[in-house]
């Protein structure tokens, strides 16, 4: 256990719907990342925080996608106008220093 | 084009063989990471490594600047080291916010 959760675990959703996931890292972690994985892939980078601060945006990462850490603690990953494309699995990771604590991940699926 | 290659991709073991998983990459890293990914999909971090070699148990990996490339090598394999292991690096060019860049993954089976 890493002591990084995310919630939901597993989410299904209709196309055109929005969908929120939320992080929680521990609190030692200064940075949080988002990625994402689809089946098969290796994860890829989305976006990443320094504090509360969003410092880095991946061209993955469309305007129907939004984060936020408000506080510089949990993180919400939003997606609008949920697509089919969008199924994968959403992996957050904190991190204090140069290492990357992995949360269990939230897997979405578009139908 | 992936930036990381792993090899192979799929690897069946008998238990108690020695097993190897490889990592090249295309350019200068600050670090390198082993991660190991089971089916329900978490992550776990196995190695950060910057240079020479790490032991944990039963797994080592070493690292090769010059060559960049390194291996993932599991002694006495058992049924439960069974997952997806990833290689993931740091590049030098990515700045301070250290965000990774993934291999696909080896899947490895050991059987009984």
């Known amino acids: 256990d890493t002591g990084v959760s995310q919630n939901?675990?597993?989410?299904?959703?209709?196309?055109?719907?929005n969908v929120t996931f939320r992080c929680d890292p521990i609190s030692e972690h200064n940075r949080l990342y988002w990625y994402r994985q689809t089946l098969g892939q290796g994860p890829e980078f989305l976006t990443y925080f320094q504090n509360e601060a969003q410092l880095e945006k991946s061209r993955l990462l469309s305007d129907r996608f939004s984060a936020?850490?408000?506080?510089?603690?949990?993180?919400?990953?939003?997606?609008?106008r949920t697509e089919q494309g969008d199924s994968a699995m959403y992996l957050c990771a904190g991190s204090d220093s140069a290492d990357q604590y992995f949360g269990p991940g939230t897997r979405l699926l578009v139908l | 084009k992936n930036e990381v290659e792993q090899s192979p991709q799929n690897l069946t073991a008998q238990e108690g063989e020695f097993i190897?998983?490889?990592c090249s990459y295309s350019v200068g890293i600050s670090a390198l990471h082993w991660l190991q990914q089971h089916?329900?999909?978490?992550?776990?971090?196995?190695?950060?490594l910057s240079s020479?070699?790490?032991?944990?148990?039963?797994?080592?990996?070493?690292?090769?600047?010059?060559?960049?490339?390194?291996?993932?090598?599991?002694?006495?394999?058992?049924?439960?080291?069974?997952?997806?292991?990833?290689?993931?690096?740091?590049?030098?060019?990515?700045?301070?916010?250290?965000?990774?860049?993934f291999?696909?993954?080896?899947?490895?089976?050991?059987k009984p």
């Open chain 2, 39 to 48: 089916p329900g999909g978490g992550i776990v971090s196995l190695f950060m």
């Open chain 1, 8 to 17: 939901p675990r597993h989410k299904i959703t209709k196309r055109g719907q």
């Open chain 2, 103 to 110: 291999g696909k993954g080896t899947k490895l089976s050991v």
């Open chain 1, 68 to 80: 936020e850490r408000p506080k510089g603690s949990f993180s919400t990953l939003e997606i609008q």
């Open chain 2, 20 to 22: 190897t998983i490889n």
């Open chain 2, 52 to 101: 020479g070699k790490k032991k944990h148990g039963r797994l080592i990996a070493t690292i090769n600047i010059q060559e960049k490339h390194s291996s993932l090598h599991i002694t006495a394999s058992h049924p439960r080291d069974s997952a997806v292991y990833i290689c993931a690096v740091r590049f030098f060019y990515g700045g301070s916010q250290g965000n990774l860049i």
